[in-house]
């Protein structure tokens, strides 16, 4: 396992995520997936006119970008998401942009019932390649002690 465990997490402590580039085809692929026809992320056309000047990518795809970037942190170790709260979505994110995530150790402590693992809580915000934050929300985790 490559991810850290409970034991390893200290409160306060920053990660940063690499880097992903989100794609035209990601966004397709996404929005077909999920039935999504809002002509703001599939209608060139319609979007040129908006504010935006051009589509933008849905926010779940956001949320499911940050699942991905944060996996790096808890490889392995992470056994369950108890909740994912105070999601939001600060600026547009456009195709072409290419985004990061910071996590923040904000809390921890063991579990009640089993004594293998505990619970942490995170703060994490997804920024682009400006350094702004796009997406922010809270997290909690269930992660394995080391044996």
Not at 64 to 86: P, Q, R
Request: hydrophobic content about 35%.
């Amino acid at each position: 396992m490559s991810g850290k465990y409970f034991d390893e997490l200290i409160i306060g402590e920053e990660s940063m995520s690499q880097g992903r580039t989100v794609t035209e085809t990601d966004v397709v692929m996404f929005c077909s997936l999920c039935g999504l026809q809002n002509p703001i992320f599939v209608d060139d056309e319609f979007s040129r006119h908006t504010n935006y000047g051009g589509r933008l990518v849905p926010g779940p795809l956001t949320l499911s970008y940050a699942i991905g970037l944060g996996d790096y942190l808890f490889n392995g170790t992470a056994v369950a998401v108890l909740s994912w709260n105070n999601v939001k979505f600060i600026k547009a994110l456009k195709m072409g942009d290419t985004i990061r995530m910071k996590t923040i150790v904000t809390d921890k402590r063991d579990s009640s019932s089993q004594h293998d693992r505990g619970i942490v809580n995170l703060m994490q915000e997804v920024a682009n390649q400006h350094n702004e934050v796009v997406c922010s929300f809270d997290r909690s985790l269930i992660v394995l002690k080391r044996s």
